[in-house]
């Protein structure tokens, strides 16, 4: 079993619909819990990073941390075209010195 | 501030041969990590230099090997190169080793 797990999609919306992108992870050790954004061809890009349990808001993006269920979720307002790539999460603890990403999930948003 | 550079972007070697590849950190950031991007694997950690010293590995083959500078910039080198070798290779940089950035990536290609 992956140590973070991803819900694989893909996923498609039309353009303004809110997105919601989904991982488990089972390390109880895990500390720090980041979402990344990739394009085609590109490196990944930080969106959001958070040791904390809760909301973290960022302009349309929303990260939600649960530990007790061991459950990070991105929310995506008001989507766009533009937000269409490929989202990876990630997470791990300063000891372990990396961190896990799950496989990602692509996003089409059609205008 | 400038983000993190890697070179080159995109290689192109046969099986057999051995290949470098660069990293700078973003400036004053002194951890540096190395993933390995394919499709069918996912981000794959390969190892993370912190002040030269290597602290972690994950499970590549010897093959696999880097380094890191006193300046922080580090190299990876794989000897011996296989077809799977095949991927998108990513150094990531940060302060520590949580919020990491990511460069555009090296793609390698093995024929």
């Known amino acids: 079993q992956k140590e973070v797990e991803q819900d694989p999609g893909p996923l498609s919306v039309p353009e303004g619909a809110i997105v919601s992108l989904n991982c488990t992870y089972s390390n109880s050790a895990f500390q720090y819990f980041m979402w990344y954004r990739q394009y085609s061809r590109k490196g990944p890009e930080l969106l959001m990073y958070?040791?904390?349990?809760g909301n973290k808001e960022d302009g349309r993006f929303t990260a939600q941390v649960d530990k007790s269920s061991k459950y990070i979720s991105l929310f995506i307002r008001d989507s766009q075209p533009s937000d269409s790539a490929t989202y990876l999460c990630?997470?791990?603890?300063?000891?372990?010195?990396?961190?896990?990403f799950g496989d990602g999930t692509t996003l089409t948003v059609k205008p | 501030k400038a983000g993190v550079t890697q070179t080159p972007r995109y290689l192109i070697k046969t099986r057999g041969q051995q290949v470098t590849l660069s990293c700078s950190p973003i400036s004053g950031h002194r951890s540096v990590s190395w993933y390995q991007q394919t499709p069918g694997q996912g981000l794959q950690f390969l190892f993370e230099?912190?002040?030269?010293?290597?602290?972690n590995k994950g499970n590549f083959p010897g093959r696999f090997s880097g380094r890191q500078f006193s300046n922080s910039r580090s190299e990876m080198n794989v000897s011996t190169l296989e077809l799977g070798d095949s991927a998108l290779y990513l150094c990531?940089?940060?302060?520590?080793?949580?919020?990491?950035?990511f460069g555009p990536g090296t793609r390698l290609t093995v024929l």
């Open positions: 990531a940089s940060s302060l520590a080793v949580d919020e990491q950035f």
């Open positions: 230099y912190f002040s030269e010293t290597q602290r």
């Open positions: 990630a997470s791990g603890n300063t000891n372990a010195g990396k961190s896990t």
């Open positions: 958070t040791y904390s349990s």
